[in-house]
């Protein structure tokens, strides 16, 4: 019997785990493989009482349901792991230096040391990408190509900003605002500006009227965790099964030696084999779109260095335990504020 086991580690949100594990039976998301669930979570005693739900739901490609806070039984043996980063929007203060950031040098670590050689690791949520290029620099044991993240597009049209699609068709606007510019009255020397939450503009029936048969699934993304799962569910289906003739949105590391975009992790057009070869499609884009792009990935190409130093910054037995001491780039970058380093895209 071929069972996978899928690790899923969201601290921060019982019921972002449950929901996406129910979605990723429900939805035969690993075809009919059995699953060994292991939900990694702070807050054990509270997910196993809901988690009993989804056992006594009876789908046949569940074989175990564990919840567990320790790392090294889910991580054992692990062909899967799905790591959340957050689902609200980044804590500058959080993230203001890679020390912050250990737990994830360590997640990375002990992951790389117990998963199986060809396991594969999906990163959600806002800064995915850094999260992404530690794994990709500690976890040396893996192959790059088995790390993706979802992508996560900042759109900005006309009067609306803050609006982010994920994956292909799933739509967040939880934060979006449209701005609304008012010429200067008679006496004013400035234009005024009107800022207001979209969701509070719409009439509860909007997703009816508004959009077309093609973004029919985004009917069931009313909310950011609902939007955030269905596109979850959608990046494995394509990663593990191939998408034939389309092409999707991915977050990977490409190999291009003397390229700006060498070795960091980055949102690409890709079509994947069944037999799980990727194919990076080109991107046609105008003279400012590629200049954005091009400090973005400068952007990216900083962190990367910042992540290396901060590896190479601890004592023997902290390279030992968080990464390989080969890695090298630069003396003093470790000093850098992740803050200063923040995607423009």
């Known amino acids: 019997m071929n069972v996978t086991k899928l690790v899923i580690s969201v601290d921060h949100c019982n019921v972002f785990s449950i929901e996406l594990v129910f979605n990723i039976f429900q939805r035969k998301v690993f075809a009919d493989n059995k699953l060994d669930v292991f939900i990694l979570t702070l807050d054990v005693n509270g997910v196993k009482e809901t988690a009993e739900h989804i056992k006594n739901c009876c789908f046949t490609n569940l074989n175990e349901l564990i919840v567990t806070g320790d790392c090294h039984d889910a991580f054992l043996k692990a062909d899967c792991l799905l790591l959340m980063t957050n689902l609200n929007l980044p804590d500058r203060k959080v993230l203001e230096n890679v020390q912050n950031l250990e737990h994830v040098f360590k997640k990375a670590k002990s992951f790389d040391l117990l998963a199986n050689p060809d396991a594969r690791v999906v990163v959600m949520g806002p800064w995915s990408n850094t999260w992404l290029q530690i794994f990709a620099e500690v976890a040396t044991r893996l192959r790059k190509c088995n790390f993706t993240g979802l992508s996560r597009h900042h759109c900005e049209v006309h009067e609306l900003s803050d609006v982010y699609v994920w994956g292909k068709h799933f739509v967040d606007i939880t934060e979006a605002k449209k701005k609304t510019k008012f010429e200067p009255r008679k006496y004013d020397s400035q234009c005024t500006v009107k800022t207001q939450n979209v969701v509070n503009l719409l009439t509860p029936n909007w997703i009816d009227n508004y959009f077309t048969p093609q973004f029919e699934a985004i009917k069931t993304a009313t909310t950011y965790r609902h939007c955030v799962i269905s596109a979850v569910c959608h990046h494995i289906i394509d990663w593990y099964r191939g998408t034939g ?42 003279a400012l779109h590629f200049i954005k792009l091009y400090r973005y990935l400068e952007i990216q190409q900083r962190e990367r260095c910042l992540i290396r130093n901060y590896i190479k910054s601890m004592s023997e037995s902290e390279v030992s335990s968080l990464g390989s001491s080969s890695l090298s780039c630069g003396s003093r970058g470790f000093n850098l504020r992740l803050t200063d380093l923040l995607p423009i895209l």
């Not at 949105?249 to 037999?275: A, E, L, W």
């Open 245 to 286: 003739d389309r092409t999707v949105c991915m977050t990977i590391s490409v190999h291009q030696p003397g390229h700006i975009n060498d070795g960091v992790f980055s949102s690409y057009p890709v079509v994947i084999g069944q037999s799980g070869q990727m194919s990076v499609r080109n991107i046609e884009t105008d």
